[in-house]
């Protein structure tokens, strides 16, 4: 019975996408249908399969979950989620250390929905991608924590920053150093803005890069092997993302102390 359950929800796309539409409520055939792009000769043997197991209930030309058939779904869209955004790009996240991740957030990674991936050119390794800029130049306010010395991205932002957009910047300890030994005047100007907040991460910060805007959410991880740092990033623009991402930017927050002025050399 086990196994032949697993079978019935995950050996057929057809009745998979089917239960996780009948999540949001009762559908009709012509809901049913329109939704999965299917015809309703080709979907009604599944839905029979799914109301033997009793997973589906129907009512005249409606269907809905069973009891059970709820609980099982509440269990599988995080698994179906997760898979998804794996599958979409396997190569990068089999790749990465995913070690930067606390156990909570690696729990919801599915919730990241659709992500592309963004690999520079090898002869503009070092720009900014156009699709990068033009999200942050459009943002209300900018999230963005740093591990390694990037300055577009940072030039970039502190240009938004002077124009007045909100701004919270956490940096590693050397990129922290980085900024004090050679950039230290860009720095106390930037600290002067009412809208820029600095913040100095303690210890080892193990994301290369995350950005959080209220317009896309883009994260960018070191290679397990720690040797070949490619500067690929994920962008992803959902909702869930953006506020996934928001919850991650947080807990770093929590290791780092904010910088309120930088002392005199």
Not at 96 to 117: H, I, P, V, W, Y
Not at 227 to 235: G, M, N
Request: proline share 4%.
């Amino acid at each position: 019975m086990k196994l032949e359950l697993i079978e019935l929800i995950f050996l057929s796309d057809k009745r998979k996408q089917l239960l996780l539409f009948l999540r949001s409520g009762t559908k009709n055939m012509d809901e049913i249908t329109e939704a999965l792009q299917v015809t309703s000769t080709s979907i009604l043997p599944q839905i029979k399969k799914l109301k033997d197991m009793s997973l589906v209930l129907q009512e005249d030309r409606s269907y809905t979950l069973s009891p059970i058939g709820k609980v099982l779904v509440e269990k599988m869209q995080p698994l179906v989620s997760t898979i998804e955004l794996f599958e979409d790009n396997f190569e990068y996240w089999s790749e990465k250390d995913l070690q930067a991740f606390t156990l909570s957030f690696k729990k919801r990674l599915g919730e990241l929905g659709k992500c592309k991936l963004i690999q520079p050119d090898l002869d503009r390794m070092f720009e900014l991608d156009p699709e990068v800029v033009e999200g942050l130049s459009s943002s209300a306010y900018i999230l963005e924590a740093i591990a390694y010395f990037y300055p577009p991205m940072i030039a970039l932002c502190q240009e938004l920053a002077k124009k007045g957009v909100e701004f919270s910047f956490l940096m590693s300890e050397s990129v922290y150093e980085r900024h004090y030994t050679d950039y230290i005047e860009d720095l106390r100007d930037m600290l002067a803005l009412k809208n820029v907040k600095f913040f100095r991460y303690s210890g080892e910060l193990k994301i290369a890069s995350l950005t959080v805007t209220d317009k896309f959410f883009m994260l960018s991880l070191f290679p397990k092997n720690q040797r070949h740092f490619d500067r690929e990033s994920l962008i992803c623009y959902e909702p869930a993302a953006l506020s996934l991402g928001t919850e991650l930017f947080n807990e770093l927050l929590l290791d780092s102390t904010q910088i309120t002025e930088v002392p005199h050399k």
